[in-house]
């Protein structure tokens, strides 16, 4: 994929376990998600990085911690590359990611 293919990256700042619906459909459809976890109370937030593991999952795609309660959802046509990736031998996509 070149950059010219990327158009779009959905930011989503849930304040609920409801908003996954906005955070699936995005990146059902191919569109890398950040999702940003800070105004979720602990459980909540926890329950939706569940619910993304899942989806990243079944739909091939990768996730990612930018920071303590943000993350990055890739979709399997898209490579993420930082200085972790760039020093680390050639691993497959991220796994799924544990919170505790």
């Not at 926890?46 to 619910?51: A, G, I, M, T």
């Not at 739909?59 to 990055?72: D, M, P, S, Y």
């Amino acid at each position: 994929m070149t950059a010219a293919e990327l158009r779009r990256i959905t930011t989503v700042h849930p304040r609920s376990y409801n908003d996954a619906r906005v955070i699936g459909e995005a990146f059902r459809g191919g569109t890398p998600v950040i999702m940003n976890l800070s105004d979720m109370d602990d459980a909540d937030a926890k329950r939706l990085v569940d619910f993304s593991a899942g989806l990243i999952f079944g739909l091939h795609g990768a996730i990612e911690r930018v920071t303590n309660k943000v993350f990055l959802l890739s979709p399997e046509h898209v490579e993420i590359t930082g200085e972790e990736q760039a020093a680390a031998p050639a691993p497959g996509r991220a796994g799924f990611y544990n919170q505790s």
